[in-house]
């Protein structure tokens, strides 16, 4: 008897671990999708055109400048007025050491001279990648939609339009650049202004194509209709305005701070002078060869350990001027009302949140090209196991390093 009630028990044991494990699997399930869903409408880049409950389109709401809101607390502006102090110093100090040692003022940027030299290449190469941005992906895009709902054979013309495109591709967008850049000489600034515009163009160019070719493909025309393709106008917006996501429309501003605008393009002089003064100061003298001490490890670790805090400084910079200034002067010229160009990467805690968050602009890319769409390709679906999760986030980690490391 009493085995036969321990034997019930042991089965209602088992029957309800068995419903436990099936419920805590459903909510599981449940909350994953919502998890997922959350997640790609946070990071769905603004500006883009969601349909309202009534059947018309609405544009997400623009966010505010971050490091703009942060300047009205007095203790981050005094951080800032803290680094034109030290700008101020700079200059002192360079000053007062061209006068002792020489008698006399040297205002001299030899350094910034050289760094920004052959300016003249690079305006011309810039042209030439611009003109053919501009004009070979926009009409192979529009040639290929007034076919493609006509032509016996999709798939062959889909492919011939693809190869021939990225062969082109490949040759002005991928072997020009750098063969101006080696050939030319070019020094150090002038070469990455060529390779960053390189790759912008490149990563544009994806997106527009990316983002038009399923909608021509979505939306067989009507009978004596020609296919809905994207706007000239809108591509060329597109090519300027700073994201790197296309949409046919972005949020836009009333109107130009004309203000802001000399403000900012002030702040991108300042930095730029700031970074030659590190340099100058602070990095020239460390790794300057010295004829009466010989090389060494030691004289290597000095150096490395002298450049960290001037190196950090600089990377500082280079985030400012870049990532707030330089893109807020494009956003506010072309009235571009999307200013989300970075979020608080200095509160990371980790480095994958810090990666998401330093340089908004690349990682949306990144997150719908490289990594979404590689998991749809892949996978044909959104959520993965975390260890495969784990595996594609790499991959899109490498993508990008191999693109800081062309840079």
Same mark, same amino acid.
């Not at 997640?39 to 018309?56: E, H, V, W």
């Not at 926009?138 to 013309?157: A, E, N």
């Not at 996501?245 to 002089?269: A, C, Q």
């Given at each position: 008897?009493?085995?036969?009630?321990?034997?019930?028990?042991?089965?209602?044991?088992?029957?309800?671990?068995?419903?436990?494990?099936?419920?805590?699997?459903?909510?599981?399930?449940?909350?994953?999708?919502?998890?997922?869903?959350?997640?790609?409408?946070?990071?769905?880049?603004?500006?883009?055109?969601?349909?309202?409950?009534?059947?018309?389109?609405?544009?997400?709401?623009?966010?505010?400048?971050?490091?703009?809101?942060?300047?009205?607390?007095?203790?981050?502006?005094?951080?800032?007025?803290?680094?034109?102090?030290?700008?101020?110093?700079?200059?002192?100090?360079?000053?007062?050491?061209?006068?002792?040692?020489?008698?006399?003022?040297?205002?001299?940027?030899?350094?910034?001279?050289?760094?920004?030299?052959?300016?003249?290449?690079?305006?011309?190469?810039?042209?030439? +990648?611009?003109?053919?941005? *501009?004009?070979?992906? #926009? &009409?192979? /895009? %529009?040639?290929?939609?007034?076919?493609?709902?006509?032509?016996?054979?999709?798939?062959?013309?889909?492919?011939?339009?693809?190869?021939?495109?990225?062969?082109?591709?490949?040759?002005?967008?991928?072997?020009?650049?750098?063969?101006?850049?080696?050939?030319?000489?070019?020094?150090?600034?002038?070469?990455?202004?060529?390779?960053?515009?390189?790759?912008?163009?490149?990563?544009?160019?994806?997106?527009?194509?990316?983002?038009?070719?399923?909608?021509?493909?979505?939306?067989?025309?009507?009978?004596?209709?020609?296919?809905?393709?994207?706007?000239?106008?809108?591509?060329?917006?597109?090519?300027?305005?700073?994201?790197?996501?296309?949409?046919?429309?972005?949020?836009?501003?009333?109107?130009?701070?004309?203000?802001?605008?000399?403000?900012?393009?002030? +702040?991108?002089?300042?930095? *730029?002078?700031?970074? #030659? &003064?590190? /340099? %100058?100061?602070?990095?020239?003298?460390?790794?300057?060869?010295?004829?009466?001490?010989?090389?060494?490890?030691?004289?290597?670790?000095?150096?490395?350990?002298?450049?960290?805090?001037?190196?950090?400084?600089?990377?500082?910079?280079?985030?400012?001027?870049?990532?707030?200034?330089?893109?807020?002067?494009?956003?506010?010229?072309?009235?571009?009302?999307?200013?989300?160009?970075?979020?608080?990467?200095?509160?990371?805690?980790?480095?994958?949140?810090?990666?998401?968050?330093?340089?908004?602009?690349?990682?949306?890319?990144?997150?719908?090209?490289?990594?979404?769409?590689?998991?749809?390709?892949?996978?044909?679906?959104?959520?993965?196991?975390?260890?495969?999760?784990?595996?594609?986030?790499?991959?899109?980690?490498?993508?990008?390093?191999?693109?800081?490391?062309?840079?």
């Amino acid at each position: 008897m009493q085995l036969m009630l321990w034997l019930k028990k042991l089965f209602l044991l088992y029957v309800l671990q068995v419903v436990k494990g099936n419920v805590l699997k459903q909510v599981q399930d449940q909350l994953g999708d919502l998890l997922d869903k959350a997640l790609t409408d946070s990071i769905q880049p603004f500006g883009q055109i969601r349909p309202a409950a009534n059947g018309k389109a609405t544009l997400m709401k623009a966010p505010l400048l971050f490091i703009s809101e942060l300047f009205e607390i007095n203790h981050i502006r005094t951080i800032y007025h803290m680094f034109i102090a030290i700008l101020l110093i700079f200059c002192l100090s360079t000053l007062a050491v061209d006068f002792f040692d020489q008698g006399r003022l040297v205002l001299e940027f030899d350094l910034l001279f050289f760094a920004f030299g052959k300016l003249g290449t690079v305006t011309w190469a810039w042209t030439v +990648m611009f003109v053919y941005t *501009l004009l070979v992906p #926009y &009409f192979t /895009l %529009v040639f290929w939609g007034s076919l493609y709902h006509s032509f016996p054979s999709k798939l062959g013309l889909s492919l011939g339009a693809g190869l021939v495109l990225s062969a082109a591709q490949t040759c002005v967008l991928g072997i020009f650049p750098v063969y101006v850049a080696v050939h030319y000489e070019l020094p150090p600034a002038s070469r990455f202004i060529v390779i960053l515009e390189q790759i912008r163009f490149l990563m544009k160019s994806y997106s527009f194509m990316r983002e038009t070719a399923p909608v021509i493909m979505k939306n067989t025309p009507k009978q004596g209709e020609s296919p809905r393709s994207p706007t000239f106008s809108s591509y060329l917006y597109f090519l300027f305005c700073p994201t790197l996501i296309y949409r046919e429309s972005y949020p836009r501003n009333s109107h130009i701070r004309w203000k802001y605008v000399f403000t900012t393009l002030g +702040m991108i002089f300042g930095c *730029l002078f700031y970074g #030659y &003064f590190i /340099l %100058v100061r602070l990095c020239v003298p460390v790794f300057r060869p010295k004829s009466n001490q010989p090389f060494s490890k030691r004289t290597m670790v000095l150096a490395v350990f002298h450049a960290i805090l001037p190196g950090t400084m600089l990377l500082l910079l280079c985030f400012f001027a870049f990532l707030h200034c330089w893109l807020n002067l494009f956003g506010e010229l072309l009235r571009f009302a999307d200013r989300m160009f970075y979020k608080d990467w200095w509160n990371s805690t980790s480095f994958a949140n810090y990666y998401r968050t330093w340089n908004v602009v690349v990682h949306d890319w990144l997150y719908y090209y490289g990594y979404r769409d590689f998991l749809l390709v892949s996978t044909g679906r959104l959520r993965l196991h975390p260890v495969e999760k784990y595996i594609k986030k790499t991959k899109t980690i490498i993508q990008s390093a191999a693109r800081h490391i062309v840079l």
